[in-house]
């Protein structure tokens, strides 16, 4: 069965540099969703988008912005890099707001 | 503050025996709970949800376990099997200031030893 699929899943940038991380849901799902999972952490939500607009905003910076296209991939900017955002970034995917969340095998983003 | 705690960072059991996962929650608002399973390297992949109206529900060999008076779930796998060794992550998804979003607990990794 077709998954969340994400790229790059590695990315090394340098601080005050930038990044675009891509997220293409699993076909149908109408519903995208953003995580950082820092090193020993649990996930923390970012943000979320349903049916093209965005629909949840949790603890994403001001540095960073997302968007869902027509085709319902989505992709996180992240601007003015600094070495916290050394992280996991997860996207998920649901059939519906509320639904179960199918999680993609994460973006390793090391800021150096 | 922590809305989900899991407040055992980990648990080793033996093959063949019962594993538990407990996970505690503050938000009377969540009404729906599930577990996820991550392995090293790999997103976080669904075992199971629970509903807040329903107090068990299981599937194959594992069963999730309800109690909203204590406000306390737990994860039961039965027989546990070198496989299942993994972070388990609780998650709860209720109407708070992340909307929708899945608040989740700090992980327990689970081993299981041959």
């Known amino acids: 069965a077709a998954g969340v699929i994400q790229s790059p899943r590695h990315l090394i940038k340098e601080k005050r540099e930038t990044a675009t991380l891509k997220c293409y849901p699993i076909p149908r799902h109408d519903t995208v969703y953003w995580y950082q999972q820092g090193p020993g952490q649990d996930p923390q939500f970012l943000i979320s988008?349903?049916?093209?607009?965005?629909?949840d905003k949790g603890s994403i910076p001001d540095r960073f912005s997302a968007q869902q296209f027509s085709d319902y991939h989505s992709e996180l900017n992240m601007s003015s890099l600094e070495l916290g955002d050394s992280a996991l970034y997860f996207c998920?995917?649901?059939?519906?707001?509320?639904?179960?969340?199918?999680f993609g095998p994460g973006t390793r983003l090391t800021v150096l | 503050d922590q809305q989900v705690k899991q407040n055992s960072p980990s648990l080793s059991v033996q093959e063949g025996r019962i594993s538990i996962l407990n996970c505690d929650y503050t938000n009377s608002m969540f009404d729906y709970f599930l577990w996820y399973k991550k392995y090293p390297a790999e997103g976080p992949t669904f075992l199971i949800s629970?509903?807040?109206?329903?107090d068990k529900n299981e599937d194959g060999r594992f069963t999730v376990f309800l109690n909203k008076s204590a406000k306390h779930l737990s994860l039961h796998i039965v027989p546990s099997q070198p496989g299942d060794s993994a972070v388990y992550f609780c998650a709860a998804i209720g109407r708070n200031q992340a909307g929708t979003a899945l608040i989740f607990g700090k992980g327990t990794t689970l081993s299981v030893s041959s």
């Open positions: 988008f349903y049916e093209k607009m965005q629909s």
């Open positions: 629970i509903s807040s109206i329903k």
């Open positions: 998920a995917s649901s059939l519906s707001a509320r639904d179960r969340q199918f």
